[in-house]
């Protein structure tokens, strides 16, 4: 029994590893071109509501994707899965060296997003049915914060390898990197077969049941989650260059310690929730991140200010995606049913909030300023608290109580 317990301890936790560096590979490539964006900005003779444009449809792609991978996936070979999506995702990244001008941009981040559709309902579906209580929490910890590593990577190194050689050299270093991880991918995660959850069920019962898993707080704390993370990722670099006058690379820096602090809250979320209970961490999480998006937005001209106030955003933000994930989790187990089509559904409302807030962020700051887009993250965030609140209200005080190993 010991031996066996081992041996799926094993198991489930080489799908944990796997999984987060698809997470790594996936979230890098899609954030490699916003963190180049001050550069695309003078290099392609693009504004910055033409950047809003690329960000919105790039999103879109995703949202209209994710739930139809989510509905694909489910008793399919996860690993295979992935790597289709990693291919994809290595050949868009090739494709933007031969980018000339708004339209090609366009059209490489579109594929880039079909590619990027796989990894959330796919590998989150994963981890939530390779492990139960507090372990899901650490685990959804771990494999958000393997996100967050990625992307703080490409913030790191994409100005650097610019600089040293030029645009076409970047991409093909990146594409590089995910043509590696569909190599590991295949090799160490390929025939497994995802659990069909809903081979139960009978076709009159299916859609009742889709709808009860899914409510209406889930889909708005995934819009101003992925719609906050979003507009920091793709605009704040622009913002600390206008507003403190930094050049790229010191742009890139301090969003990379916001990504670096995002990591740290992904984490650190898991342990908490022995003492406190995910609802609860959740609306604690937004309502900081209300606050310290208008410190941000206050303090922007201030390299330093910004800098300390976009450190607390990034751990207070990044702790809502695994605490969401984990209470939604929490809530299906609860009717009685896991789905990879739920969780595409959660993702696809991340991913709805980032092209809006993308798109609205690029006209906004056209014609008003960043400062005004950041002011409204700041507000949604605070809606977000509030409607945590009253979801642990309607939950009533079984909600309350916290995860026990």
Same mark, same amino acid.
């Given at each position: ?30 954030? +490699? ?166 081979? +139960? ?38 913002? +600390? ?140 965030? +605070? ?23």
């Amino acid at each position: 029994m010991a031996s066996q317990k081992s041996a799926l301890t094993s198991s489930s936790n080489r799908i944990l590893y796997l999984v987060s560096l698809n997470h790594a590979t996936n979230d890098g490539s899609v954030y +490699l071109l916003s963190s180049l964006f001050p550069i695309v900005l003078a290099l392609f003779n693009i504004s910055v509501f033409q950047v809003g444009i690329i960000v919105a449809l790039g999103y879109l792609v995703n949202i209209l994707f994710q739930p139809v991978v989510g509905h694909y996936s489910e008793g399919r070979d996860p690993g295979r899965l992935l790597a289709i999506g990693l291919s994809v995702i290595t050949v868009s990244v090739i494709s933007f060296v031969f980018a000339t001008g708004f339209l090609s941009l366009l059209a490489s981040v579109i594929l880039l997003r079909l590619g990027s559709s796989f990894f959330h309902p796919v590998g989150i579906s994963t981890i939530s049915k390779s492990y139960g209580g507090p372990r899901l929490q650490k685990s959804m910890g771990f494999q958000s914060a393997f996100g967050n590593v990625g992307v703080l990577l490409v913030f790191l190194t994409s100005a650097p390898l610019y600089l040293a050689v030029g645009w076409r050299g970047t991409f093909v270093v990146f594409a590089a990197w995910t043509l590696a991880d569909v190599v590991l991918t295949l090799t160490f995660l390929s025939g497994r077969h995802s659990a069909k959850s809903d081979d +139960l069920q009978t076709p009159s019962s299916f859609k009742p049941q889709t709808k009860r898993t899914i409510p209406l707080f889930f889909v708005l704390a995934a819009f101003i989650s992925g719609g906050t993370y979003a507009v920091i990722l793709n605009f704040a670099n622009i913002f +600390l260059g206008t507003r403190a006058h930094l050049d790229v690379s010191q742009a890139n820096l301090i969003v990379s310690a916001f990504i670096a602090f995002a990591s740290i809250g992904a984490i650190a979320t898991g342990g908490w929730t022995r003492f406190v209970p995910t609802n609860v961490l959740l609306s604690i999480s937004y309502l900081v991140a209300s606050c310290s998006v208008a410190a941000f937005t206050l303090f922007s001209g201030n390299a330093i200010l910004a800098s300390i106030t976009l450190l607390v955003t990034g751990f207070s933000i990044s702790a809502t995606y695994p605490l969401t994930y984990t209470e939604l989790s929490r809530y299906l187990g609860s009717v009685g049913q896991q789905s990879g089509r739920s969780f595409g559904v959660l993702s696809s409302g991340q991913t709805v909030g980032a092209s809006i807030l993308g798109l609205a962020s690029g006209y906004v700051s056209q014609f008003l300023g960043l400062e005004v887009s950041f002011g409204i993250v700041a507000l949604l965030a +605070l809606v977000g608290g509030v409607s945590a609140a009253f979801w642990i209200k309607s939950r009533g005080p079984k909600s309350l109580i916290p995860d026990i190993e």
